[in-house]
């Protein structure tokens, strides 16, 4: 099984070009029905690497989860949930900032929504919002929002320095006609249409914007405590199976363990089990 950490993994310092990546790929996995059992396997491990993080409360995680509209963020959420236990886990997702979010600075709404010890917190788009849509539609000058990568780098390094908090930053990766087809699919499905808006289709008008803010995002910001990934989107089944295999092997090399009882149990097994007897 190839390890899809280090393989979309965008090294610390690399510069990216992501004309060059594959967003079709799904490596050896032939279909959905074969991956299955893998992913079923993923989703088992993950629920049980959780409930060690959420006994041990030592680390903390955060998956920020950035992608175009339509490239699965949603989804992802939804599959990863089904291998946590929603006790231990938060979900975030940020909008358009209020009135009074846009007072204060762009780190301010975040940071109440950083994982505790013991949790998870899964983003749905994230404070990287302040250098992709607000870059490419101008909502603020350049001279601001180029200051904002230093910032997340100080940021991210504060929560994992100092709060333990693996931080892993998934940008799904899906190509336009893909991205066209999903929005058809969307207007054709009744259940499906309350997700389309025209702001949908005028956003498809910047892709490639979006695509050079992208790339110098994973460029600048994609570091030892906060590494980005690059995950190949197109097929949803193979987009979870790489999500939830980096997730697990990350929460794995944190070697957690059950941690030792702080009561005396010989003392309550003598005191309580003989009184039950
Ligand atoms: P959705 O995730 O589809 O519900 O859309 C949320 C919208 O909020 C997207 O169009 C984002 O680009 C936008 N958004 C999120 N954060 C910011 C931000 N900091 N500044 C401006 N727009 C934002
Ligand atoms: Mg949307």
């Not at 190839?2 to 990216?16: F, I, Q, S, T």
């Not at 992913?39 to 629920?47: E, L, R, V």
């Not at 690497?49 to 509209?69: N, P, R, T, W």
Request: glycine share 4%; proline share 5%; aromatic share 10%.
């Amino acid at each position: 099984m190839p390890d899809y950490a280090e393989e979309m993994l965008v090294k610390p310092g690399a510069r990216v070009k992501l004309k060059e990546f594959d967003a079709g790929f799904h490596g050896k996995h032939e279909s959905h029905e074969k991956a299955l059992p893998v992913i079923q396997a993923h989703m088992q491990k993950m629920d049980q690497l959780q409930y060690l993080l959420y006994a041990e409360k030592k680390h903390s995680l955060l998956i920020v989860l950035q992608g175009l509209d339509a490239a699965g963020k949603d989804g992802v959420i939804r599959h990863l949930m089904t291998g946590m236990n929603p006790e231990g886990c938060r979900v975030a997702g940020f909008k358009q900032p209020t009135p009074i979010e846009s007072e204060h600075d762009f780190l301010w709404r975040i940071h109440p929504h950083v994982p505790a010890t013991g949790m998870v917190a899964i983003f749905n788009r994230s404070h990287y919002e302040d250098v992709l849509v607000v870059r490419v539609h101008d909502l603020v000058p350049e001279k601001e929002w180029s200051r904002h990568y230093d910032l997340i780098n100080d940021f991210e390094r504060l929560l994992a320095v100092e709060n333990n908090t693996t931080i892993l930053k998934f940008f799904l990766n899906i190509s336009k006609e893909e991205q066209l087809e999903r929005f058809k699919c969307r207007l054709d499905d009744p259940t499906r249409q309350w997700k389309i808006s025209e702001s949908d289709y005028q956003e498809r008008g910047y892709w490639d914007q979006y695509m050079k803010a992208f790339e110098d995002v994973l460029h600048k910001t994609s570091t030892e405590l906060a590494p980005w990934f690059v995950i190949p989107s197109n097929h949803k089944w193979f987009r979870d199976l790489a999500v939830s295999q980096i997730i697990t092997s990350r929460m794995e090399a944190l070697q957690m363990k059950s941690p030792k009882p702080t009561v005396d149990l010989a003392d309550i097994r003598r005191k309580y089990l003989k009184a039950a007897a």
